[in-house]
């Protein structure tokens, strides 16, 4: 049995079919070579492997069991991955499915993301593709945010599999009946506050949404470590940003993270998050201080911003943000005072976060 190390991993190939007639000889091998490398990571690549039988699955369970570890089977075919799931294998291993390639080539770029850039693939798909410095647990892991998302209800994009393609890594989604908000506003500018009005009646209801502790992480968490990624930790602002994120009370109720004029979809009337990575339970003033500082803050300090991210003028951007936020804050009149103030005190932490990624140009993508 072939066999190298990758990754950090002892990775086995697994070949052609495994069933009664060769099973025994494939046990052998395996338990000669698995005892040499004790404590080392173990993955099986399924993908030469066209079939296993009951006889071929007892002896990767064998295995198991004697190097007392995880392990993965990776690049797992459909077929292949049908005989593991019903079987209960999927809940026994850590089982990854064959990844398919595309080609993104003379797709049409729809927007930008934090982390990304979309594609339109079919008139039913698109993909967001990641460049080289993501890691690929981070795509999983928005991937696994998004599904999740949506079993409670939160009104997002369908996610499907993640693919490979020629700018790295990305994950396809349901298409969008057009795109973006920000494409929408731009080209139906009467539209304008009645997108604003919408977007708020949105948050509203998804900031008033609980969601668990143990399937959403806390913004708190992800924003301190955002900032420790994106700034010196001998910079000063550090613990003035990790002082600001400890004043903002705790909540239970979700929160997307990164909400802006490219992160929201339309489908058949329907406003849809895109980008949900960032999605998490905490204070709801994280996300109107992310709206507020790239719609407003940001622009008032750099002059451009919201043109070259959103392809919509200053003028457009401010008005934007009054209308939502008076939709927002309607039945709440008597809070709009002390929210201006909180979101002019906290918008630097998503200049932070933003400005520093975008100078950095760390995540590899070229606009198209």
Same mark, same amino acid.
């Given at each position: 049995?072939?066999?190298?190390?990758?990754?950090?991993?002892?990775?086995?190939? %697994?070949?052609?079919?495994?069933?009664?007639?060769?099973?025994?000889?494939?046990?052998?091998?395996?338990?000669?070579?698995?005892?040499?490398?004790?404590?080392?990571?173990?993955?099986?690549?399924?993908?030469?492997?066209?079939?296993?039988?009951?006889?071929?699955?007892?002896?990767?369970?064998?295995?198991?069991?004697?190097?007392?570890?995880?392990?993965?089977?990776?690049?797992?075919?459909?077929?292949?991955?049908?005989?593991?799931?019903?079987?209960?294998?999927?809940?026994?291993? $850590?089982? $990854?499915?064959?990844?398919?390639?595309?080609?993104?080539?003379?797709?049409?770029?729809?927007?930008?993301?934090?982390?990304?850039?979309?594609?339109?693939?079919?008139?039913?798909?698109?993909?967001?593709?990641?460049?080289?410095?993501?890691?690929?647990?981070?795509?999983?892991? $928005?991937?696994?945010?998004?599904?999740?998302?949506?079993?409670?209800?939160?009104?997002?994009?369908?996610?499907?599999?993640?693919?490979?393609?020629?700018?790295?890594?990305?994950?396809?989604?349901?298409?969008?009946?057009?795109?973006?908000?920000?494409?929408?506003?731009?080209?139906?500018?009467?539209?304008?506050?009645?997108?604003?009005?919408?977007?708020?009646?949105?948050?509203?209801?998804?900031?008033?949404?609980?969601?668990?502790?143990?399937?959403?992480?806390?913004?708190?968490?992800?924003?301190?470590?955002?900032?420790?990624?994106?700034?010196?930790?001998?910079?000063?602002?550090?613990?003035?940003?990790?002082?600001?994120?400890?004043?903002?009370?705790?909540?239970?109720?979700?929160?997307?993270?990164?909400?802006?004029?490219?992160?929201?979809?339309?489908?058949?009337?329907? %406003?849809?998050?895109?980008?949900?990575?960032?999605?998490?339970?905490?204070?709801?003033?994280?996300?109107?201080?992310?709206?507020?500082?790239?719609?407003?803050?940001?622009?008032?300090?750099?002059?451009?911003?919201?043109?070259?991210?959103?392809? %919509?003028?200053?003028?457009?951007?401010?008005?934007?943000?009054?209308?939502?936020?008076?939709?927002?804050?309607?039945?709440?009149?008597?809070?709009?005072?002390?929210?201006?103030?909180?979101?002019?005190?906290?918008?630097?932490?998503?200049?932070?976060?933003?400005?520093?990624?975008?100078?950095?140009?760390?995540?590899?993508?070229?606009?198209?």
């Amino acid at each position: 049995m072939k066999s190298q190390f990758k990754d950090g991993n002892l990775v086995y190939f %697994l070949e052609g079919r495994i069933d009664s007639s060769n099973a025994d000889q494939v046990g052998k091998e395996l338990q000669d070579e698995g005892t040499l490398f004790d404590g080392m990571s173990i993955a099986f690549d399924a993908e030469r492997l066209e079939y296993i039988s009951s006889a071929g699955l007892r002896v990767l369970l064998k295995f198991k069991k004697s190097v007392k570890r995880d392990i993965k089977i990776i690049n797992v075919s459909d077929e292949v991955f049908d005989i593991l799931d019903v079987t209960g294998f999927t809940s026994i291993f $850590e089982v $990854e499915r064959q990844m398919r390639s595309i080609s993104i080539k003379g797709c049409k770029r729809i927007s930008s993301a934090l982390n990304g850039e979309i594609f339109q693939l079919s008139e039913d798909e698109m993909i967001k593709v990641y460049g080289d410095s993501i890691p690929f647990s981070d795509i999983k892991k $928005e991937r696994q945010l998004a599904q999740t998302a949506m079993a409670f209800g939160i009104p997002t994009l369908i996610p499907y599999d993640i693919v490979q393609c020629e700018n790295g890594y990305g994950i396809v989604f349901e298409k969008a009946e057009t795109t973006s908000l920000a494409y929408l506003i731009s080209h139906e500018p009467a539209k304008l506050e009645e997108y604003a009005g919408r977007l708020a009646t949105l948050l509203k209801e998804l900031h008033s949404t609980e969601v668990p502790e143990d399937k959403f992480p806390d913004i708190k968490d992800k924003y301190r470590k955002w900032i420790a990624e994106t700034n010196d930790p001998s910079d000063s602002k550090v613990s003035v940003f990790s002082s600001l994120i400890s004043t903002i009370p705790d909540s239970g109720t979700y929160v997307h993270g990164d909400i802006n004029l490219n992160s929201v979809m339309v489908k058949d009337d329907e %406003l849809l998050l895109l980008d949900m990575s960032g999605s998490a339970r905490g204070n709801s003033l994280f996300d109107l201080q992310a709206l507020f500082a790239s719609l407003v803050a940001i622009e008032r300090k750099n002059e451009g911003y919201c043109l070259k991210t959103f392809g %919509l003028s200053r003028t457009a951007c401010i008005k934007f943000w009054n209308a939502f936020f008076s939709v927002y804050m309607g039945d709440r009149p008597q809070e709009i005072h002390s929210m201006n103030e909180l979101l002019l005190k906290y918008f630097v932490l998503k200049e932070s976060v933003l400005n520093k990624l975008e100078n950095k140009n760390r995540y590899g993508i070229n606009s198209r």
